[in-house]
């Protein structure tokens, strides 16, 4: 006798803190061109930060507030014209919603 058996997913090994920052570093640097090792540096340290955080507690809640505090941090860290590009990045990459895949038209009374 067969008996059908879903497959056996195999857990993806987790990423350290360090693997986390270093894999979002590396995508900043490609992605808005950095070349400042200084600001390379103070980046990572930054990130390096919230993926411990992350580790250690990712309740949605606060999840949330540590992407509103990186996010401030960020800016703080860019220049006006990387973080535009990086805003512009996000926004572009963002996953679309069905429901937000036709525009919405009010109509004309």
Avoid at 48 to 53: I, T
Avoid at 86 to 96: A, L, N, V, Y
């Amino acid at each position: 006798m067969v008996s059908a058996q879903p497959p056996v997913e195999e857990e993806k090994p987790q990423r350290t803190p360090e693997e986390i920052a270093q894999k979002l570093n590396s995508m900043l640097i490609r992605e808005l061109g950095l070349t400042d090792s200084a600001q390379i540096d103070t980046l990572y340290r930054m990130h390096l930060k919230y993926a411990r955080m992350r580790a250690k507690s990712n309740t949605r809640a606060e999840d949330l507030e540590r992407r509103l505090a990186s996010d401030m941090e960020l800016k703080g860290i860019l220049t006006p014209e990387q973080y535009e590009r990086f805003m512009s990045r996000q926004i572009d990459e963002r996953p679309r919603h069905p429901h937000n895949a036709i525009p919405y038209r009010p109509t004309q009374q």
